[in-house]
């Protein structure tokens, strides 16, 4: 089978992509990448190959308004006139949420979009819009395979005890539960680890970007994450919240200070990093800052990751192997120094020098625990998923 995958992660005025060429032996290789932001205002397309060198911009212009078939649309017409060769013969969808129904990828077909758009009330940040992608995707290429791949199916191994909430069981019956987040990237990670840290069985995964989250997994499965309901709970993130006491927002809202609109808003818009600091929700501008409110904010995000590693490595009965991935994790040496200094209890010994360089294995020769800095790839694990579910000719 010869062609091309379209990898797509639909936001609420944003479609990020990747295009992916798919030879007879079935390998994926990376053909591009890019995105069209700010749909509903200033709408502009970018694009860029394999190695991040441009490759074309658009604009639609100030005041004008596109929605997510337009722009979904204007992708393929895009990636098929200007990568000529082969057709795109499938597309590869990241949505958030699969409920219990889906602890795997799936092609997607009406049932299945009905079925998630019933979990958007769950998750109101990022499902919705990932659904409305996957619908626009439909209408415009009806003809074209789609497969869904969640965030949430990775952590489906958890047991049982993990996954359930302390509530009522007619509560619980509606879907509160543990659902957990950033699924594709630890997949992706637990497939990679074995080429790094063969003998590695107790594992902690640090996903460090905007949004911040742990995996504990045994024998690459997972077993606890510190997401729970939806994108909000765990580490404070670049503008979420993370964990917040519930009689914290029982009292705002008894005091009329909120109401369930503009409490919302602020948990996921105005909290986090950002409203530590008061001025940034971005690692980059908080780890160089003197403002004290700033370095607050880092030793807020690396308290609350000491405390979750310490959890997970109490659930897990010991710990082989930490490892960083995504933005903060990949590219922060002080973020992984001050965390990996915590952790010294545990037998972590950093390797100074090979933290500042990025280098894959961070740690001393002579620590307890290896740890790791190990990209992760999203994309492509969507476009590994989306061509195993796909018809050959």
Request: with cysteine; charged share 20%.
């Given at each position: 089978m010869r062609g091309k995958i379209v990898v797509f992660n639909s936001g609420s005025t944003s479609v990020k992509f990747a295009a992916y060429a798919v030879d007879r032996a079935g390998s994926l290789s990376l053909l591009c990448r890019g995105r069209v932001d700010s749909m509903q205002g200033?709408?502009?397309?970018?694009?860029?190959?394999?190695?991040?060198?441009?490759?074309?911009?658009?604009?639609?212009?100030?005041?004008?308004?596109?929605?997510?078939?337009?722009?979904?649309?204007?992708?393929?017409t895009w990636i098929e006139a200007n990568l000529t060769g082969t057709a795109v013969i499938a597309a590869g969808h990241r949505i958030?949420?699969?409920?219990?129904?889906?602890?795997?990828?799936?092609?997607?077909?009406?049932?299945?979009?009905?079925?998630?758009?019933?979990?958007?009330?769950?998750?109101?940040?990022?499902?919705?819009?990932?659904?409305?992608?996957?619908?626009?995707?439909?209408?415009?290429?009806?003809?074209l395979p789609q497969v869904a791949c969640f965030d949430s199916s990775f952590?489906?191994?958890?047991?049982?005890?993990?996954?359930?909430?302390?509530?009522?069981?007619?509560?619980?019956?509606?879907?509160?539960r543990h659902w957990g987040n950033h699924g594709i990237s630890y997949e992706y990670i637990s497939r990679q680890l074995p080429n790094f840290a063969p003998s590695a069985h107790r594992v902690i995964v640090v996903h460090l970007g905007g949004g911040a989250s742990l995996c504990a997994m045994l024998d690459g499965r997972s077993v606890e994450t510190s997401m729970g309901f939806g994108a909000l709970s765990g580490l404070p993130m670049a503008t979420r919240s993370g964990d917040i006491p519930a009689s914290v927002l029982f009292y705002l809202l008894r005091r009329k200070l909120v109401d369930d609109v503009s409490l919302e808003k602020m948990l996921y818009e105005r909290s986090g990093l950002l409203g530590l600091s008061g001025f940034s929700g971005d690692m980059r501008v908080l780890q160089v800052?003197?403002?004290?409110?700033?370095?607050?904010?880092?030793?807020q995000f690396v308290y609350a990751m000491t405390k979750y590693v310490g959890a997970y490595a109490a659930v897990l009965g010991g710990l082989d192997a930490l490892v960083f991935t995504a933005g903060i994790g990949e590219h922060s040496a002080p973020v992984r120094a001050a965390l990996c200094a915590k952790l010294s209890w545990l037998g972590v010994k950093l390797d100074e020098?090979?933290?500042?360089?990025?280098?894959?294995?961070?740690?001393?020769?002579?620590?307890?625990?290896?740890?790791?800095?190990?990209?992760?790839?999203?994309?492509?694990?969507?476009?590994?998923?989306?061509?195993?579910?796909?018809?050959?000719?």
């Open positions: 200033d709408p502009h397309f970018v694009v860029n190959d394999a190695t991040g060198k441009p490759l074309e911009a658009h604009e639609w212009g100030d005041g004008h308004t596109i929605d997510h078939k337009a722009a979904l649309n204007f992708i393929i958030l949420l699969g409920g219990s129904r889906f602890s795997g990828p799936v092609r997607i077909n009406a049932d299945v979009l009905a079925y998630l758009d019933d979990l958007v009330a769950m998750e109101p940040s990022h499902q919705p819009f990932n659904v409305v992608g996957a619908r626009a995707f439909a209408e415009a290429f009806p003809g952590h489906r191994t958890m047991p049982e005890i993990a996954q359930t909430c302390a509530l009522p069981a007619d509560i619980r019956d509606t879907g509160a800052s003197t403002d004290p409110r700033a370095v607050a904010a880092v030793e020098q090979a933290n500042l360089t990025h280098c894959p294995r961070i740690s001393a020769a002579d620590s307890a625990v290896s740890v790791w800095v190990i990209p992760t790839n999203e994309e492509l694990m969507i476009a590994q998923h989306t061509l195993d579910l796909t018809p050959t000719e």
